[in-house]
């Protein structure tokens, strides 16, 4: 992450033998992140607020569409 909240980088998932790069922005309670690869291209954020967090997946043209996480600390 630079001075300005910028973030990019690579990522490996081992299973399905997949891998590709990450580009986005990262401030104060909030990730967002574009993910590419060959195969694919999803849009991924990370929310955090309080004793929430929320985690948000979606993707076009996959047989995966998108998905949203919410957890909650009591």
Known sequence: ????????????EATRGVSGSLEGSARSGLFQVVVSSPAFTASLSLATQGNTQTVKITSQGTEFSGVTITLSRS
């Open 1 to 12: 992450r630079n001075a300005n909240g910028v973030i990019s980088g690579n990522w490996t």
